[in-house]
């Protein structure tokens, strides 16, 4: 359960959660989700409350990837192996999703990390 003042109303703050990395980050508590707002960028990134020490045990960051002539934000963190790295997006990383399977975003908002908004398709050409 996440500790908050149920007297501030729908937008207040969640307290006593630590986020991990250097980018400025705040979580509020909208009910039944949690939107974190990163500050650099002003990004508003929605997940569930189950899924909040996935988000507190790493540091993640909004970063904008370009698909043709389209940016699409998504929260990611970077692995950093012995001799290579790799970037994990964190709506693959919560559902635990294979290298053989698409996540996709219901809504289209590829920052709605709810797991309402998230559905795993196999790929047609997978082995």
Sequence with gaps: MIPVD?????DMQVENIELRGTLEKEI????EYLEVKFH???HLVKIDKEDVGTLTER???????NSSS????YLQRVHRGPTHRRTILFHRDI???EATERVEHINGDSLDNRRSNLRIKKLLNAV
């Excluded at 509020?28 to 009910?31: A, E, I, M, P, Y």
């Excluded at 389209?70 to 934000?73: A, Q, T, Y």
């Design 6 to 10: 149920a007297k501030r109303g729908r």
């Design 28 to 31: 509020l508590d909208k009910g």
């Design 40 to 42: 650099q960028g002003g």
């Design 59 to 65: 540091a993640w960051s909004v970063n904008v990837r």
């Design 70 to 73: 389209n940016p699409i934000p």
């Design 95 to 97: 559902l635990k999703a």
